[in-house]
């Protein structure tokens, strides 16, 4: 898996579905229209994330 932003990542998600619902200091925060799921991807800059927290994000994806 390769490394890629958080800004890039957001992009990514709203293609498949998620809408931005708010923005709580520097992490996004995405929810599905039909369901409850939230999504909170952490933005700083241009700074790619560490592979863990994409590892994260993918499985509650």
Same mark, same amino acid.
Do not use: F
């Given at each position: 898996?390769?490394?890629?932003?958080?800004?890039?990542?957001?992009? #990514?998600?709203?293609? /498949?579905?998620?809408? !931005? +619902?708010?923005? %709580?200091?520097?992490?996004?925060?995405? *929810?599905?229209?039909?369901?409850?799921?939230?999504?909170? #991807?952490?933005?700083? /800059?241009?700074?790619? !994330? +560490?592979?863990? %927290?994409?590892?994260?994000?993918?499985? *509650?994806?």
């Amino acid at each position: 898996m390769k490394s890629i932003s958080g800004k890039k990542l957001g992009k #990514i998600v709203e293609q /498949r579905g998620w809408i !931005l +619902k708010r923005v %709580t200091g520097s992490h996004h925060i995405y *929810q599905k229209p039909d369901s409850q799921a939230i999504l909170s #991807i952490p933005v700083h /800059r241009n700074q790619d !994330l +560490k592979l863990g %927290t994409l590892k994260s994000l993918s499985k *509650q994806n």
